[in-house]
């Protein structure tokens, strides 16, 4: 499953039209990023971004170790125990990059909260819905449990990293619950959980917020 795949799949979910490919922006090797996004590396996985006036640098930092654990190959790939974390960290990089460019076609700022949010929501359809064989596929509670539950924050990171991630998290699992009371995870509903996820796409964050503390 080369990344591309994945943009096309984020794409193809929330009806997007990009003229960018993930492929040209991609690195896994820092000496090849430029010294203004070399410093905002502090992880295996970071959308490196810097603005200067009215041009935007930007690239996907993905250690070499995550492509090569995934073994991607072609449009499949077997997701297991051993390399979930792996997936997840490869398909939040290209989540956030989907979301930044689409949003800035637009000229919508966007805020790293809702990047954050954004990318905790794909990962929980991405895996429920679409990445496994449908007789692999977790049940959506064991998967919710797994990816809001039971997560762990990366060491090091500052106050305000922190509070993001661990708001991410929260009102990440409260929208994906919901979708889960809605049985729009059913096979048979695609077309109500694709209405239901295009339309939250496209909400600015205050609405997204409004629309999850509203559900609940």
Request: aromatic share 12%; glycine share 2%; proline share 0%.
């Amino acid at each position: 499953m080369e990344l591309l795949h994945l943009q096309n799949r984020l794409q193809n979910i929330y009806e997007l039209e990009m003229n960018h490919c993930i492929d040209d922006y991609l690195i896994t090797d820092l000496k090849m990023a430029d010294a203004r996004l070399q410093a905002a590396v502090n992880s295996r996985e970071s959308l490196l971004v810097c603005q200067e006036n009215d041009d935007l640098f930007l690239s996907l930092y993905l250690q070499h170790e995550i492509l090569e654990n995934l073994k991607f190959n072609g449009s499949g790939i077997h997701i297991h125990k051993d390399n979930i974390n792996d997936f997840c960290l490869a398909l939040e990089g290209t989540s956030h990059f989907v979301y930044l460019i689409w949003n800035a076609t637009f000229q919508r700022s966007v805020t790293r909260l809702e990047m954050e949010i954004q990318a905790e929501i794909d990962k929980f359809i991405i895996l429920s819905k679409y990445a496994c064989q449908k007789h692999l596929r977790p049940l959506s509670a064991q998967l919710r449990s797994l990816l809001f539950e039971s997560v762990q924050y990366r060491a090091g990171l500052s106050d305000l990293e922190y509070r993001r991630y661990r708001d991410a998290n929260y009102f990440a699992a409260k929208y994906c619950r919901f979708l889960e009371s809605r049985n729009y995870l059913r096979d048979g509903l695609e077309q109500d959980l694709l209405k239901e996820l295009r339309r939250f796409y496209r909400l600015n964050l205050k609405d997204k917020l409004r629309r999850i503390n509203y559900l609940h």
